[in-house]
């Protein structure tokens, strides 16, 4: 490991570390554009400029393109280094715009940032300055090329990092531009990266334009809901709305990216459909008196059928908090039982869960170290995009990926694909581990299949990536039992599970076995269901024949709905509780690999002011309320209805959710990355 001395600071890194993260290490930031840690060094912008003093490298040089060694002196704050970055930044400025006071990048610059640190502040150059017309890039981003430092960042991600084309850099020398070769939507489905990566106004979000700068909002560091991945993201709100999302950084999971459907899938949270009031037979009152009447009516339905008549119907798009609060309630009241839309959209969940260990999951950056992928049943890209990304730094590494999968897929890498019907995947996944001649006798698959047994003959580390849908739960035992056999054959085999929803795992992990929408329609039909709690859930989402749905829940005698979105349920119920969003209470999410995390709640909620400004000015109301504020947390909701007295707070209902499920105590104790649950320990 080499030993160097930065600005007077010994430091000990890895062989191969760049000065520039050496320096970072240590505490000591050297200013930067082109670098950026996901794609690699450049040497494009100059502006990371330092003075070696003494060592194997002398002089002015770039620290992103220098390595670090042995007896090397640095110098970032000497007089030449400082000189040349001020000059590098003043190049750069001669034909930028100086449209600070209108720039929607106005407090997310870097450029601004550095060119006040470099001290640069008069524009001596006189002569006319460089413009270029700008692109439509589609609705998200808004694309203005004056203000382009010629950094390459958005190429090289665009291109390298994520495998699309359709965005790069044209021309040469003084009229290098960076766009599509014509006006047109990104086909990227992780441009909204762009945003985050552009160190100037070239690439801003269009949808939050105009809404505030960087100083005006409340952020706060959340984990994104759209998937099973639970990648880390910044929240941006204003006003009582959550204005944006940006990527936020996490070692084990997305690193520093995310993909657009997680980026900008949170308008339903500012939407004036959402439920704000409580509702009780078409009349609105507080929530809290709409869950007394809810519970009121369950006791007296109780009472006339028995405890038996009552089902709660959830899905994972609950904190770990309010399933838990669920399952406890459905258990200490002997409800029929709590069932689980995401059992209907992925039936291989609960196997998915099972056959998960610490010894074989895997992060989802650690897939990158992957030497071999094998996907079966399932679609990354369309499933839960950022695995595709990670995928992908994995062939680029030189790893082999292959597919078992009855659909057309379409990745932004180099892949072999066996396009096997559904109900044929496990018996060809089974078939790898047997080593028994299996394939020589399959005319249709027999030489792929042989060629994916080869590889993972040759394969250290291979990756099993499984859907927990197209296959279900046949191919996902299959797969666990292909990295178990490959374990035992001394490969560090691990097994990823695309789950249904961004905790699925932690409803399942509280109760290996709820019950399934199917089971939850039968009996509707039977009439042996006599009311119904949906708390989160959106039964018409994962059912396969929504008319029977209908007849079924006209079969009941009581509906009730305690969420936050619009859905069918909520317009069908009798009564309505309105909850909080992640984005207002927070909450605990476990993703795919069983690892838990802690979403920050972004705003105090409330009805956004949009809403009841009608677009102008809010009524001038003096008082200590929000708003449409006052909303319960689904899992403080969960005990109104149930008719009893709540843990007082939300410390309280963790003390009692670590001591009523010990399988979350970990929980308490988890940092920045999380902590790693699994069923078994």
């Known amino acids: 490991m080499p030993d160097l001395i930065i600005d007077n600071k010994k430091i000990q890194v890895a062989k191969g570390t760049r000065v520039i993260d050496a320096a970072q290490s240590a505490g000591i930031y050297i200013p930067r554009f082109c670098y950026f840690a996901e794609l690699g060094a450049v040497g494009a912008c100059r502006v990371c400029a330092v003075k070696f003093i003494d060592g194997p490298v002398e002089g002015i040089e770039m620290s992103c393109m220098v390595e670090a060694e042995d007896g090397m002196v640095v110098s970032t704050d000497d007089a030449e280094a400082v000189d040349f970055r001020r000059h590098v930044i003043e190049w750069m400025m001669m034909n930028h715009p100086h449209d600070c006071p209108v720039c929607d990048e106005g407090g997310h610059c870097l450029l601004q940032d550095l060119t006040v640190a470099g001290g640069h502040g008069i524009r001596r150059f006189s002569g006319k300055k460089r413009t270029y017309a700008d692109q439509y890039l589609g609705p998200l981003i808004s694309h203005e090329e004056n203000r382009c430092i010629q950094c390459y960042r958005c190429s090289r991600f665009y291109q390298e990092y994520c495998g699309y084309k359709d965005l790069g850099v044209m021309g040469i020398a003084q009229r290098i531009y960076f766009g599509r070769y014509k006006d047109g939507v990104l086909e990227n489905p992780f441009s909204g990266n762009l945003i985050d990566i552009c160190p100037t106004g070239v690439y801003t979000d269009k949808p939050s334009r105009y809404t505030g700068r960087k100083w005006d909002f409340e952020q706060s560091s959340g984990v994104c809901t759209t998937c099973s991945l639970g990648c880390s993201i910044r929240v941006s709100a204003r006003y009582r709305q959550v204005v944006r999302l940006e990527a936020g950084y996490s070692q084990a999971v997305n690193g520093a990216f995310i993909c657009d459907r997680g980026r900008y899938g949170f308008s339903w949270v500012n939407s004036e459909k959402r439920p704000r ?41 609950s904190s770990l908090e309010a399933l838990a609060a669920w399952h406890h309630l459905c258990q200490i009241r002997s409800w029929r039982g709590f069932f689980f839309d995401d059992l209907a959209a992925g039936p291989g969940a609960a196997a998915a869960v099972s056959g998960l260990s610490r010894e074989n999951a895997v992060s989802m ?11 079966v049943g399932a679609d990354p890209l369309r499933e839960a995009p950022m695995l595709a990304l990670a995928m992908r730094q994995a062939w680029r590494a030189g790893a082999g990926v292959f597919a078992i999968d009855p659909r057309d897929l379409e990745w932004p890498f180099a892949f072999r694909q066996v396009s096997a019907a559904a109900d044929e995947i496990p018996g060809l996944v089974s078939g790898m581990a047997t080593g028994n001649g299996f394939f020589e006798n399959d005319s249709r698959h027999g030489r792929n299949m042989a060629a994916i047994r080869d590889q993972l003959a040759q394969s250290r580390s291979p990756v099993i ?7 279900g739960q046949a191919t996902v035992s299959a797969a666990a039992g292909l990295v178990q056999w490959l374990r035992k054959s001394k490969k560090d085999a691990r097994l990823f599970g695309i789950l249904p929803m961004a905790n699925t795992f932690g409803g399942i992990l509280l109760n290996g076995k709820p019950g399934t929408p199917e089971e939850l329609i039968k009996g509707m039909e039977s009439g042996q ?4 709690v949906a708390a989160q859930s959106d039964l018409w989402k994962t059912c396969q024949d929504p008319d029977r749905l209908d007849r079924a829940l006209r079969r009941l005698e009581f509906l009730c709905a305690a969420d936050c979105v619009a859905t069918e349920l909520v317009s069908r119920a009798d009564i309505v509780i309105p909850v909080f969003s992640v984005f207002e209470a927070g909450g605990i999410y ?13 705003h105090a909620g409330g009805t956004p002011v949009r809403i009841t400004g009608a677009g102008g000015h809010p009524p001038r109301v003096i008082g200590a309320a929000i708003p449409g504020g006052g909303l319960p947390p689904a899992w403080l909701a969960a005990w109104q209805i149930a008719g009893l007295a709540p843990p007082d707070s939300h410390e309280a209902m963790m003390d009692w959710m670590t001591k009523a499920y010990p399988v979350t105590a970990p929980v308490k104790t988890m940092g920045s990355e999380g902590v790693r649950i699994f069923p078994s320990q």
């Open 465 to 471: 990536v499984c859907g927990t849908a197209a296959g």
């Open 365 to 375: 950056k650690a897939v990158e170290s992957a030497d071999m992928i094998l996907a």
């Open 529 to 532: 269901i006599k009311a119904l």
């Open 277 to 317: 009031q409580g509702r009780v037979d078409k009349k609105t009152m507080a929530p809290q008196k709409a869950a007394a009447a809810a519970a009121g009516r369950i006791n007296d339905l109780e009472k006339q059928y028995g405890p038996g008549a009552i089902a709660v119907a959830g899905s994972g798009r």
């Open 590 to 602: 476990i993703n795919q690999e069983a690892r838990a995390q802690w979403s920050q709640p972004a």
